[in-house]
């Protein structure tokens, strides 16, 4: 079995920052692909940005060049640096590890005022 927590989301006023963490645990082996998402109310859950087990990373339209995301390999750990947030950006994040089957957290509440 394999538990996914978040941290980090919050209220934040637009043009503010957050950083959002990830913990995988349990039966994972070796370095796995891992990724954020994020669900706003009345829409499908959307690719923010992921990061592959060799290190490439790839974004959202929206996400690219405000967001980055980045791993401790050694922890199972990712993490969001969300910069310049928008109202938009308002959603749950969720993070999500694939080991190999996709394993999802409960999710963190990011939300951004005007």
């Known amino acids: 079995q394999v538990q996914v927590v978040e941290s980090g989301g919050g209220l934040v006023q637009a043009g503010g920052s957050l950083r959002l963490s990830c913990v995988a645990s349990?039966?994972?082996?070796?370095?796995?692909?891992m990724g954020w998402y994020r669900q706003a109310p009345g829409k499908e859950r959307e690719l923010v940005a992921r990061?592959?087990?060799?290190?490439?990373?790839d974004y959202a339209d929206s996400a690219k060049g405000r967001f980055t995301i980045s791993r401790q390999n050694a922890k199972n750990t990712v993490y969001l640096q969300m910069n310049s947030l928008k109202p938009e950006d308002t959603a749950v994040y969720y993070c999500?590890?694939?080991?190999?089957?996709?394993?999802w957290g409960q999710g963190t509440q990011v939300t951004v005022s005007s």
């Open positions: 349990g039966r994972i082996f070796g370095i796995n692909p």
């Open positions: 999500n590890i694939r080991a190999p089957n996709d394993y």
């Open positions: 990061i592959g087990s060799r290190g490439s990373t």
